[in-house]
């Protein structure tokens, strides 16, 4: 029995060591008790959070921070994949979104991030618009910088090197594809950059495929058809509301699988949860009568009272009128 707890013992120690370098611990492990209770195997308690609270990034969207055991790992290198060239702007969306939730954390320290990606990313994908950017995620064009490396190398040379600067809130890092630079090696030295300094490390991929990560956790994001525009008295028909995404939890340590479709607030600067019945219920409410005000919206031409001509009718000009020599 004694040998059975002390491998048991050990097994739990080697857990702990491996989740330790991973950065994350998805379960609190105990090892076997004096009493021998737990001599049979090893108890395993599911934690609620796999980091401590200072250590993550909520969103503020309640069932997503609560699937994701609080938010995301602030400390760790976090995968935003776009499947499809034209998801690439819901992604970028989203990341800004976090970068914009990372920023408020520490205002005072006014620490920009850091917006790194290749020629053939930025070419597929387009560069980011500092203006549109401050006006919709309220991120000023001090606090946010830009970088663009021609080579896939030099991309993650830079990218690892920038993940250890003090000075940066974190980084975005934006590749194209598969390539086979991107290896588990490359994202483990990421990961352990991130883990070192405690600063984020967004890796933003489009029209990637999913393989072998050291990323503790991967989101798909897609966008998503944007509701109806809220009023007062309503949902506005024919009109278009927040741009939408769906977010999809497809890697994580302590989460299990799941789909959100989330909306941007430009007003409020936050992300929020879409209530899909709600909405499928407001678009197909019917719009409600307003009274008519009475008389004529807009008088009558007072100079001018023939009807236009039909449209591509030619309309002829009249000669000037010519005025006598002495006039």
Known sequence: MAVSALAQERLCALRHEIARIEGVLPERLAAPSADGQTADGILMRRSGRGLPDGDLLPSHVEPLDALLGGGLPLGALTEIHAPTARAAGAAAAFVLALGSRLLQREPQKHLPLLWLGTTEAFSEGGLPYAAGIRETFGIAPQRLLFAEAPKLGDTLWIGEEAARLPDLAGVILELRGNPRMLDLTATRRL???AQAAGRPVFLLRQSAEQTPTAAPVRLLVSPAPAALRQTLDGPLRGSLGPPGLELTVAKSRIARPGTFTLEWNPHERRLQLRNDPLSN?????PSRAYPTVPGSVVSLSVDRQDL???????MGFPAPERRAAGG
């Open 191 to 193: 990961h352990r950059r």
């Open 281 to 285: 219920q407001a678009a197909n409410r």
């Open 308 to 314: 236009a001509p039909a449209p591509g009718k030619v």
